[in-house]
């Protein structure tokens, strides 16, 4: 877990250099048992632990992920933005799907994997078959909706490849797993991911997170006994909020969203790639309630996977999802939750610093403004 890209091999080869034996290759594959084995044993007590504390109720862990985010003090005034958090897709996890090459030159021949009933992931990842469900052509599938007009096509929607269709569309025949779609919250903390199968960066992963979320946090406050409306609105940070206003209205997932006050926002790196009233509209600079957040977390989070991406690429499925999950179970608990403290302390004084030369700025914009600067 301290090194995402070391895989097993170079750490049973290391083992038995400490050791003065020669490396076999069945080491490996003992080890790798074996490790599947902890792996399921620590689940198992964890498990327990949890259903003695209570915490064992659906979505618990993605409802109480981030003790800032999530925790509320009684009497605490609300804000204007009660939760934020972050969407993006990556296109570095990529799985491999082991096939045989055929006589006649062609690349891909029979399918050569053995057939493997775990799943692996546990709650971190969303099942395949909902994420489905979100795709376009499902949408019929859904009980009690109706669909609705379509709006006008966003005029900076052209500049983004992975909102045009005819490209995410289109089957990857090599990759099994194109990558992962992945949600956080501002401070850092898992949600959920998705498997992108077979597909690029479509808006079916978008909404089947936005839904899985959404009707969790719903379902908490009718079991607590809440209010079903929440007075704050949910902002989402994706770097094509404006394209998928739209699609988010006109999609089974339209009533919840209205619920739930769903807000999306453009994270600020990704900007300046939309126009002027776009950003006014979405850019979380001109968001109240956004404070000095960019929404901008998934890169950094993700940045020691993607270094072992070769890695992940030959993995068995199960194996795949079992080992980005205890990466993000252990990036959670022992490196975000650590530097939770730090993070707030230093996000107040930028705040606080900023607030500071706020009077001074001003002064120095009216005067270049009075003077044609």
């Known amino acids: 877990m301290r090194c995402p890209r070391l895989g097993i091999q170079p750490f049973i080869r290391a083992l038995c250099d400490l050791q003065g034996v020669r490396f076999k ?9 074996a490790y599947d084995l902890y792996v399921r044993l620590t689940e198992t007590v964890r498990q327990k632990v949890l259903k003695a504390l209570g915490r064992s109720t659906p979505n618990w862990r993605m409802l109480n992920a981030c003790p800032p985010c999530q925790y509320e003090v009684e009497g605490e005034a609300p804000q204007p933005i009660r939760f934020m958090a972050a969407a993006d897709g990556n296109n570095s996890l990529k799985r491999v799907e082991q096939r045989e090459r055929m006589e006649d030159g062609r690349f891909l021949g029979a399918l050569r994997e053995r057939l493997d009933t775990r799943t692996g992931g546990g709650d971190y990842f969303l099942q395949p078959e909902k994420v489905d469900l979100w795709d376009e052509p499902n949408w019929g599938k859904w009980v009690d909706w109706t669909p609705a007009e379509k709006g006008s096509k966003p005029s900076c929607a052209d500049r983004w490849s992975n909102m045009n269709e005819s490209k995410t569309a289109r089957l990857f025949a090599f990759f099994d797993v194109n990558s992962i779609f992945a949600g956080f919250c501002c401070h850092s903390f898992v949600l ?25 946090c719903q379902e908490d406050r009718r079991r607590r006994g809440l209010p079903e409306v929440p007075i704050s609105s949910l902002a989402i940070g994706y770097d ?13 997932l339209s009533q919840l969203a209205r619920d739930e006050k769903l807000q999306m926002l453009i994270g600020l790196l990704h900007g300046y790639a939309h126009n002027r009233l776009c950003q006014l509209s979405f850019l979380m600079l001109y968001i109240y309630g956004a404070g000095i957040e960019d929404m901008e977390v998934l890169r950094t989070l993700l940045l020691p996977v993607q270094c072992s991406c070769l890695r992940y690429s030959y993995m068995s499925k199960f194996r795949r999802r079992q080992a980005i999950a205890c990466y993000a179970y252990h990036r959670d608990n022992f490196e975000t939750y650590a530097n939770l403290s730090k993070l707030i302390y230093s996000n107040y004084k930028q705040a606080l610093g900023i607030l500071n030369r706020a009077k001074d700025t001003a002064r120095t914009l009216r005067a270049c403004w009075a003077f044609g600067c």
């Open 25 to 33: 290759n069945n080491l490996s594959v003992q080890f790798s048992s």
């Open 192 to 216: 959920a991911f998705a498997d992108m199968i077979k597909t690029g960066e479509q808006s079916k992963y978008l909404l089947a997170l936005l839904h899985h979320f959404m009707a969790a």
């Open 240 to 252: 094509i909020a404006c394209g998928m206003v739209d699609k988010i209205a006109c999609s089974p």
